[in-house]
Nanobody, 126 residues
Framework: QVQVVESGGDSVQAGGSLRLSCTVSRLAFRDVAMAWFRQAPGKEREGVSCINWNGATTYYSASVKGRFTISRDNAKNTLYLQMNNLKPEDTAMYYC???????????????????WGQGTQVTVSS
């Protein structure tokens, strides 16, 4: 079965940086869109960023645009999220998600993704 595993979450101070990683196995990683979502306590899961199958197209939510960068290494079956200038409102569990269908452009909707990781916690203190 497909496995999605996130890592890199930590506790940092406001203004700091983190890089999240997500490795995927038992899936044609290079052929599918990927995304990062986050969920804070008491809030709905929201899309943070997504990337199409070959990395040519990326999307960001308004709240992270200009601070976060999504990228992928298809040779390593790994997705990344570089997070700079972190703010307390970025505190959440971050989830990696993989599409089931090949060659799609990516989306910030949870409905478009079939495979999910268990999440990695990011905590930003002021």
């Amino acid at each position: 079965q497909v496995q999605v595993v996130e890592s890199g979450g930590d506790s940092v101070q406001a203004g700091g940086s983190l890089r999240l990683s997500c490795t995927v196995s038992r899936l044609a990683f290079r052929d599918v869109a990927m995304a990062w979502f986050r969920q804070a306590p008491g809030k709905e899961r929201e899309g943070v960023s997504c990337i199409n199958w070959n990395g040519a197209t990326t999307y960001y939510s308004a709240s992270v645009k200009g601070r976060f960068t999504i990228s992928r290494d298809n040779a390593k079956n790994t997705l990344y999220l570089q997070m700079n200038n972190l703010k307390p409102e970025d505190t959440a569990m971050y989830y990696c998600a993989a599409d089931k269908y090949v060659a799609r452009s990516g989306s910030l909707s949870t409905k478009e993704y079939t495979y999910w990781g268990q999440g990695t916690q990011v905590t930003v203190s002021s």
